[in-house]
């Protein structure tokens, strides 16, 4: 049971970093409005966990102007892609062994 557990990513740990890549690895991207619409949480949380996983480069963060109003886009990057796959991997590999 050890070995599965160390490869648990402590950075997806929390629901709202979980949820953040979840959207992630289905969409291509998502905007910041996006997925606090989708998470259900305030601007501060939102925040807080992207930079949490931007400082991981578990994200790509791209900001652009539409018109005159600022847009913020979040990707996945293919390290990011693997570490929660591998995180997912070991969730299921848990559960099957208890």
């Known amino acids: 049971m050890k070995n599965i557990i160390l490869h648990i990513n402590k950075a ?6 979980l949820g953040i890549m979840s959207i992630l ?9 996006r997925l606090k619409e989708l998470l259900g949480i305030t601007d501060g949380n939102l925040a ?3 930079k949490a996983l931007e400082k991981l480069e578990y ?23 693997v570490e929660f796959k591998k995180h997912i991997n070991a969730l299921e590999k848990l559960i099957r062994n208890t």
């Not at 997806?12 to 970093?17: I, N, S």
């Open 12 to 17: 997806f740990d929390h629901r709202v970093r």
């Open 25 to 33: 690895m289905v969409n291509e991207c998502a905007d910041f409005n």
């Open 48 to 50: 807080s966990h992207i």
């Open 59 to 81: 994200l790509l963060v791209k900001k652009q102007f539409i018109g005159r109003k600022p847009n913020t886009k979040y990707y996945a990057t293919k390290l990011g892609k």
